[in-house]
């Protein structure tokens, strides 16, 4: 479920998702840093029992050491990533600057600074644990679980808030690798022998939580699975589907934290008998609507608002959403476009859908506002200006005016129409030269051209036409060429 979780969150991340929307990747990362503490615990468990089972045994004593440097290991390197997050958001609040988590230079500070950057230091030490799992790791067995090497380079012109999670998914394979050796280095200990009556059972979900009506699945592992053969699973009051390779299914109903109870009849070597205890818990929900859109709540009036719906576990071709006002469309696998007249003040959208039998709804208001004004810039040599002050040499070099948003929305769809170039005479007097779009004509470049460094131009009556055709006069652009 949290590859799944992530998986939407890096696909919202391609939307360039506005800054009034990190507070919602908060509660990803409070997600997955939940997940890393849930894994924490069973691994803890797991060391308890291989301790207190297999002491006595000097051989599995000496594997046992070895876990525990690896435990030791994956304790550190965790703690070093949670210092790393600890020090970029010490430096995202350092001084009188103002806190944003939007901004990518605590991430360059503290991993890229020449002198005391720990992006070198922070890779070493992912490659060195990678390196001592995979040897904890013979053959096949538990390889997918060790993640493809990375570069640091991959955090360069990330912001905060994009690499926090990140940060946090590292801590969560690391768990994840440690969890895989215990597992391996149980199942190796039980190999060929049954050391007095400390044989557990233990059952795997292959996903948790499970939505109402769909199906749980998961497995018993037991110990030695070369020796031990499972007969029989028995859940009292569970129409369990189960095969000889011990796993199983069931269908899930109702809502909340359930309890799994039962025991695992096995034989060893063909004639002992043993029933072995089951005990787990899984939580079983409905399905969840997530709308993805960098204007929350939010729609523009006469702008094609495009809306991101998903629902993890249900496929987005039984989903049939209707608008209350206006015009929705769908334009990709799960992509809606919406456009909303102005005169509207709310919008609902209606979420319906059919699944494992059960009819869903769900209702979404979105409050409709005009399509603000956007910022005028200019675009030279590939990059956007929009100081008050510009180099001479690059203005005439340039080539049209930008449209952009500080919220960082990318054009709405404006196209500049005309604009006037001002400027003043030797004598004092306002002259202007007009354009025909949103470039430079060759006779404003020429006026440019011969005004000396120093003198002050002005960009104004900027005429804008919208999507829906409507027209817009944006304020003027002053100008101290350099």
């Keep these: 479920m949290i590859n799944l979780m992530y998986l939407v969150f890096i696909a919202l991340l391609a939307l360039n998702i506005s800054s009034d929307a990190w507070e919602d990747f908060d509660l990803l990362d409070n997600s997955l840093q939940d997940t890393v503490k849930r894994i924490e615990k069973q691994n803890s468990r797991i060391y308890y029992s291989l301790h207190t089972s297999f002491l006595f045994d000097e051989f ?27 020090m970029m958001l010490h430096e995202a609040n350092r001084g009188k600057r103002k806190f944003n988590k939007l901004t990518s230079e605590p991430v360059a500070h503290i991993l890229f600074s020449p002198r005391k950057g720990e992006g070198g230091n922070f890779q070493s030490q992912w490659e060195q644990y990678r390196e001592g799992v995979a040897l904890f ?8 679980e060790i993640p493809e ?7 360069e012109n990330k912001t905060l808030f994009v690499v926090l999670p990140f940060l946090t998914k590292m801590q969560l394979d690391i768990r994840r690798m440690e969890n895989t050796v215990l597992h391996t280095l149980q199942q190796d200990i039980f190999s060929g022998s049954l050391p007095g009556s400390t044989l557990k059972a233990y059952i795997v979900p292959a996903a948790n939580p499970v939505l109402s009506g769909g199906t749980y699945e998961g497995k018993v592992v037991v110990a030695v699975e070369d020796t031990l053969l499972v007969r029989n699973i028995i859940f009292p009051g569970q129409n369990v589907i189960y095969n000889e390779n011990g796993q199983f299914r069931f269908f899930a109903t109702g809502e909340g934290e359930r309890v799994l109870k039962g025991y695992a009849e096995v034989t060893f070597n063909g004639s002992s008998f043993l029933k072995l205890p089951l005990e787990t818990t899984y939580h079983v929900t409905d399905p969840s609507l997530t709308i993805g859109w960098r204007g ?49 003040e709310t919008v609902l959208l209606s979420i319906t859908y059919a699944w494992k039998g059960k009819e869903y709804k769900e209702d979404v208001s979105f409050k409709v506002l005009p399509l603000p004004d956007p910022v005028i810039g200019i675009r030279a040599q590939g990059s956007l200006y929009k100081a008050e002050k510009m180099d001479k040499a690059l203005l005439l070099k340039s080539e049209e005016l930008a449209i952009f948003y500080e919220d960082g929305f990318p054009d709405r769809g404006f196209d500049v129409l ?40 002005w960009l104004s009556n900027i005429q804008l036409r919208g999507m829906d055709g409507s027209h817009r006069t944006l304020p003027g652009l002053e100008l101290i060429l350099n």
Excluded at 60 to 86: G, W
Excluded at 137 to 144: D, F, I, K, P, V
Aim: glycine share 8%; with cysteine.
């Design 137 to 144: 790791l013979s053959g096949e067995t538990g390889q997918e």
């Design 296 to 344: 929350r709540h939010l729609l523009y009036a006469g702008y094609p608002n495009p809306l991101q719906i998903a629902i993890p576990g249900v496929p987005t071709e039984v989903l049939q959403v209707s608008s209350s006002h206006g015009s929705i469309e769908k334009k990709g696998k799960n992509i809606w476009q919406v456009l909303v007249p102005e005169s509207e």
């Design 149 to 155: 090497t990375w570069n640091i380079q991959l955090f």
């Design 60 to 86: 599995m004593h000496f594997r046992l050491e070895n876990v525990q440097i690896l435990k030791q290991k994956a304790d550190s390197l965790c703690e070093y990533i949670e210092e790393i997050k600890r």
């Design 418 to 457: 005309s604009f006037e170039l001002n400027w003043n005479d030797s004598f004092g007097n306002r002259l202007s030269e007009l354009s025909q779009g949103r470039a430079f004509t060759n006779r404003q470049k020429e006026i440019l051209k011969g005004l000396s460094k120093g003198k002050t131009v």
